[in-house]
């Protein structure tokens, strides 16, 4: 009944311009992994949901940290109805593309047979660090505009259908799915499907633009994302990324997820804490004291 705390990324360039976490020196991609790897035990890969990572580069992932790292990757985008940009759809996609979407800046996919063969390819990138067993979840983040429905439940079980054995983590970005009404029945479904609920912790506006954060589990993973609270960005538009999740959790904010993270933990066999609000170090400080935190519940 491990619980293990990390970061959402290692190498989020406002983290690498701040030259707070990493020693002076510390230039490649390489060392970042490997001093990042000597103090966590788990990251989530981020580069992932822009682009399927190459088999080498995977296997560069797995050379490079100890025995018992875990990578967990978020779902590259058209795999979880995000458009994306053309250059990042691999070329063996590229052809089934009509002569009009080539056209866009940007393209959603939702041809099932296109998208099979984009899963076919996402899991094939993920080999080699399955065979170091160090492949954690797939995080499948749907998009804001995915609100409940049986057909957007049917979905979420094809996504399941096509990562076969892989273990996979949803989480969801419109309150429609979870309303207080809806809770049950929401859980009930990922639990008999098998698929990790996150439960994520964001902004709250008190509309369904956002998600409460309701400490849950739905399988033998239970999983906790935190965001940070930036509600001044959190739903702008046309910002830097950073600056959505450019929040740093307080000393009070962060015990306040100990009591759900030890609840969480008795009920399953490894818990994941992980902090995606990258913006200079805070996910970083915030990992580290929520560490410290969880080892002296556990003292």
């Not at 020693?23 to 970042?32: F, I, L, N, Q, V």
């Not at 054995?165 to 009930?188: M, N, T, V, Y």
């Not at 479904?189 to 954060?213: C, H, R, V, W």
């Amino acid at each position: 009944m491990a619980i293990r705390t990390g970061s959402c990324s290692w190498t989020e360039k406002t983290l690498i311009k701040s030259r707070e976490f990493y020693p002076k020196g510390t230039t490649t991609a390489e060392e970042r992994l490997r001093y990042y790897s000597g103090i966590f035990d788990v990251v989530e890969v981020d580069s992932s949901y822009y682009a399927i990572p190459s088999e080498h580069t995977a296997g560069l992932w797995a050379e490079r940290t100890p025995e018992n790292f875990l990578f967990h990757l978020k779902a590259y985008g058209p795999l979880t109805g995000h458009s994306t940009e053309l250059p990042s759809i691999p070329h063996e996609i590229r052809d089934k593309i009509s002569a009009e979407s080539m056209g866009k800046k940007r393209i959603a996919i939702k041809d099932r047979e296109t998208l099979a063969e984009i899963f076919r390819l996402f899991k094939k990138a993920l080999a080699p660090l399955r065979s170091a067993d160090k492949l954690g979840i797939v995080v499948f983040q749907y998009p804001p505009f995915f609100m409940y429905s049986t057909e957007n439940m049917d979905y979420i079980l094809f996504c399941k259908e096509m990562m076969a054995d892989l273990a996979i983590g949803i989480e969801f970005r419109h309150g429609s799915w979870l309303a207080e009404q809806r809770r049950k029945e929401l859980f009930s479904f990922l639990s008999k499907n098998d698929l990790t609920y996150i439960a994520a912790d964001e902004p709250q506006y008190g509309t369904m633009a956002t998600i409460p954060f309701v400490p849950e589990t739905t399988s033998d993973i239970s999983y906790i994302r935190l965001h940070g609270r930036n509600r001044e960005n959190w739903l702008k538009r046309g910002i830097d990324t950073s600056e959505r999740y450019n929040y740093l959790y307080s000393e009070e904010e962060l015990k306040s997820f100990v009591e759900p993270v030890r609840k969480l933990k008795g009920r399953t066999k490894t818990t994941h804490v992980m902090f995606n609000n990258c913006h200079g170090g805070f996910a970083m400080r915030n990992a580290l004291r929520m560490k410290q935190l969880l080892a002296e519940e556990n003292a």
